[in-house]
T-cell receptor
């Protein structure tokens, strides 16, 4: 089976940088995704890493180390609107060629003024 | 208009009742998914469908069934609802993809179901 671990809560101040870590155990790994979910809202896609290294999208960056089964999401220049839950998700083979996402439990980020 | 819609948005029902949650999408995606979300447990996959004739069980399919009526419609049924099925339910879609593409999933707004 698959398992993912990420911190349950992170707090930072506006303008700061925060890193949310994710470690995973899975077979047939294809990639690591990150999703953002505001309270009561739908999860929305942020980034995806299939290969080792850093992917940058504006203020958000995501990193993957396949050898360490580890990734992180880096949020820079934090804004109040970044307060949300962040989920890492592993894309892997479940059976045959079927690929599905397995989500972590989420990290609640609180941005303080 | 939203690309992925879910009905109803909120539902309160009693133990033993049959409930159907519906999902429609206008994105033209082949793949559709049903997840449930419980506090502190993230999103867990219930069922998924890669095309109209393909239905697969996810991590927590017991007590649920699905129907893929058309490419754009995927419904989730609780044949006899029980209180521990109280949760937030999300439908999602993704495009057919292969290789190293992201297989990004697009989520509906969710259905909050309460079973008394």
């Amino acid at each position: 089976g698959q398992s993912l671990e990420q911190p349950s809560e992170v707090t930072a101040v506006e303008g700061a940088i925060v890193q949310i870590n994710c470690t995973y155990q899975t077979s047939g790994f294809y990639g690591l995704s990150w999703y953002q979910q505001h309270d009561g809202g739908a999860p929305t896609f942020l980034s995806y890493n299939a290969l080792d290294g850093l992917e940058e999208t504006g203020r958000f960056s995501s990193f993957l180390s396949r050898s360490d089964s580890y990734g992180y999401l880096l949020l820079q220049e934090l804004q109040m609107k970044d307060s949300a839950s962040y989920f890492c998700a592993v894309r892997s083979i479940s059976s045959g060629s079927a690929r599905q996402l397995t989500f972590g439990s989420g990290t609640q980020l609180t941005v303080l003024p | 208009d939203a690309d992925v819609t879910q009905t109803p948005r909120n539902r309160i029902t009693k133990t033993g009742k049959r409930i159907m949650l519906e999902c429609s999408q206008t994105k033209g995606h082949d793949r559709m998914y049903w997840y449930r979300q419980d506090p502190g447990l993230g999103l867990r996959l219930i069922y998924y469908s890669f095309d109209v004739k393909d239905i697969n069980k996810g991590e927590i399919s017991d007590g649920y069934s699905v129907s893929r009526q058309a490419q754009a419609k995927f419904s989730l049924s609780l044949e006899s609802a029980i209180p521990n099925q109280t949760a937030l339910y999300f439908c999602a879609t993704s495009d057919r993809s292969g290789g190293l593409s992201t297989d990004t999933q697009y989520f509906g707004p969710g259905t909050r179901l309460t079973v008394l």
